[in-house]
């Protein structure tokens, strides 16, 4: 004979289908708040977060963009030749091992030393706190020529392990030619996590009504 408890299950499983819900598991992805929640590493390194029309705060002395998302945009900026790197760290739930990043990104270099970029490079990507990475997106290597900030293709990334820590990273490498910088806007880093939709929770209900009707009669029928 079938339990009260087998009954709601079996009818919750057949009325109510789960949808996947995008959490966004950054901080301060659009540089609203300046760079809190950003780490930023490298002796010649000068980031900063500008409103449209602010000059970033290193050799390059960029203008910035109008933003994406909201009101400022990370100017990536460099002096003397050298690595900058500027990460967040995110831990993804315990039972997610794969996620997406959304992003706007732009180039900025300046000619202030011998003609051509050679060394120079910039990027965006996804890897682990070690810096190995899971998925290169927006790339720049060698190029004199800056291009504007817009939204860029999605990086999809798969973890090590679920419930694993990713770095969204940004490496700027400024060369003998001059300083270059990224310009950010708009990041997001997403999972998906299965939840009822909405128009889900009516049948949910409905499904415990016919589980309660269900039980009942299950009870009369054992009953002597």
């Known amino acids: 004979m079938m339990s009260w408890r087998t009954a709601v299950t079996a009818l919750l499983a057949a009325v109510v289908p789960f949808g ?24 010649a390194c000068s980031p900063s977060a500008q409103p449209a029309g602010g000059t970033s705060t290193g050799a390059g002395a960029w203008t910035a963009p109008a933003p994406v998302d909201g009101a400022a945009v990370y100017m990536g900026d460099t002096g003397t030749p050298g690595t900058c790197t500027f990460f967040q760290d995110v831990a993804l739930p315990a039972n997610v091992s794969s996620g997406q990043l959304t992003y706007a990104a732009g180039y900025n270099f300046n000619q202030l030393g011998p003609p051509g970029a050679a060394g120079c490079s910039a990027s965006v990507a996804v890897t682990t706190p070690a810096n190995v990475p899971l998925a290169v997106g927006y790339t720049q290597t060698g190029s004199t020529v800056s291009d504007p900030l817009a939204p860029r293709p999605v990086l999809q990334f798969t973890a090590p392990a679920p419930g694993a820590t990713v770095r969204v990273l940004i490496t700027e490498v400024s060369c003998a030619g001059g300083p270059v910088g990224i310009v950010g806007d708009a990041f997001a880093l997403t999972t998906s996590t299965s939840v009822p939709a909405l128009d889900d929770w009516a049948k949910a209900v409905l499904a415990l009504l016919l589980a309660a009707t ?11």
């Open 214 to 224: 269900a039980a009942t009669h299950l009870r009369r029928r054992a009953q002597p």
């Open 20 to 43: 996947a819900v995008a959490q966004n598991l950054l901080t301060n992805g659009s540089f609203e708040a300046g760079l809190g929640g950003w780490t930023s590493s490298g002796g």
